[in-house]
């Protein structure tokens, strides 16, 4: 599989399980932004931008195509 569907795969798991988890709990504002350690969302929000701006990376470079 390559890497760039490897991404899409990882990127729609962390939705479904982010999606359950505020269906379940709801989310305020600090957890989404700043959960503590620990907590089920901690480092959710940099992990998930981290790796859309590499599939993005990835997507340009296929194309050829700069940022």
Same mark, same amino acid.
């Given at each position: +599989? ?8 990882? /990127?729609?798991? +962390? ?8 269906? *379940?709990? &709801?989310? !305020? ?11 089920? /969302?901690? &480092?959710y =929000? *940099?992990?998930? =931008?981290?790796? !859309? +701006? ?14």
């Amino acid at each position: +599989m390559s890497e760039k569907t490897e991404l899409i795969k990882k /990127l729609i798991e +962390m939705q479904k399980k982010f999606i359950e988890y505020e269906h *379940q709990h &709801g989310v !305020s504002q600090e957890e989404y932004f700043a959960a503590p350690e620990g907590h089920e /969302l901690a &480092g959710y =929000r *940099q992990e998930y =931008r981290d790796l !859309s +701006m590499k599939l993005v990376d990835l997507a340009h470079k296929e194309k050829g195509s700069h940022p």
